[in-house]
C-alpha cells in the first residue's frame, strides 16, 4: 500500500491550496483517512479525518479555513485550506487506515510528505 500526496508549495498569506493523497496497491478496504503536519521542531499534529462515510473530525487549528473530503471510489482524500496563515506552515501529511484482507485489522499507512510554505 503506498499513499502519494500532492499539492503542496509556495502562498502567500491569505491564499488557498489543495492538498490530494491518493491510495495505491492491493487492499480491500480504507477506513478513516487524514491529514497531519509537522511544523519545524514541533511534534506532528492532527489536522483532520473523514471516515469512509464522511465523518469528520477537525483540529482546532484548522476549523472554518480547512475542508477535509475523500472520494472513495478513487481512494483519495483531500485538503483544501483557505485563509492561510503563516503558522500553517509545514510538511502535510495524509494517513490512512487501510485493510489488505478481509479479516485483518486495518494498517496505518503514511504518505511521504508534502511541504506548504505560507509566506507573510
Known amino acids: 500500500v503506498q499513499l502519494q500526496a500532492s499539492g503542496g508549495g509556495l502562498v502567500p498569506a491569505g491564499g488557498s491550496l489543495i492538498l490530494s493523497c491518493a491510495a495505491s496497491?492491493?487492499?480491500?478496504?480504507?477506513?478513516?483517512m487524514g491529514w497531519y503536519r509537522q511544523a519545524l521542531g514541533k511534534e506532528r499534529e492532527l489536522v483532520a479525518s473523514i471516515t469512509p462515510n464522511g465523518r469528520i473530525n477537525y483540529a482546532d487549528s484548522g476549523k472554518g479555513r480547512f475542508t477535509i473530503s475523500r472520494e472513495n471510489a478513487r481512494n483519495t482524500v483531500y485538503l483544501q485550506m483557505q485563509s492561510l496563515k503563516p503558522e500553517d506552515t509545514a510538511v502535510y501529511y495524509c494517513d490512512a487506515h487501510v485493510r489488505v484482507r478481509w479479516g485483518r485489522d486495518p494498517g496505518h499507512y503514511w504518505g511521504q510528505g508534502t511541504l506548504v510554505t505560507v509566506s507573510s
Open positions: 496497491g492491493t487492499f480491500v478496504s480504507i477506513d478513516d
